[in-house]
């Protein structure tokens, strides 16, 4: 069974940093791009950063510059790292990663989320 399992998040005061990590396990034969979402109490789910397969790097306009997306393929692993954290970077951060199993089929899965909280 495929699945996706964020972790590395926590409780942070505002200028730290964490390392949240997205490993995908099960029958994976290939991962392809992998994106980080973030949600906060009361509001829309937000996009954060996109990695691709080919190691390409994409980031939302209020995480440019602090934040960084990146990948160890071979341990089907995707990493976010984040510096310089604010109260409003609080929020469920969630890890979205289009797979491809032992059959052939391409998948788009989700993790469970991973907290982090920065106080002021």
């Known amino acids: 069974q495929v699945q996706v399992v964020e972790s590395g998040g926590g409780l942070v005061q505002s200028g730290g940093s964490l390392r949240l990590s997205c490993a995908a396990s099960?029958?994976?034969?290939?991962?392809?791009?992998v994106a980080w979402y973030r949600q906060a109490p009361g509001k829309r789910r937000e996009w954060v950063a996109t990695i691709s397969s080919g190691g390409s790097t994409t980031y939302g306009d209020a995480v440019k510059g602090r934040l960084t997306i990146s990948r160890d393929n071979a341990k089907n692993t995707v990493y976010l790292q984040m510096n310089i954290l604010k109260p409003e970077d609080t929020a469920l951060y969630y890890c979205n990663a289009d797979l491809a199993d032992s059959s052939g089929r391409l998948r788009s899965y989700w993790g469970q989320g991973t907290q982090v909280t920065v106080s002021s």
């Open positions: 099960g029958s994976i034969v290939s991962m392809y791009d």
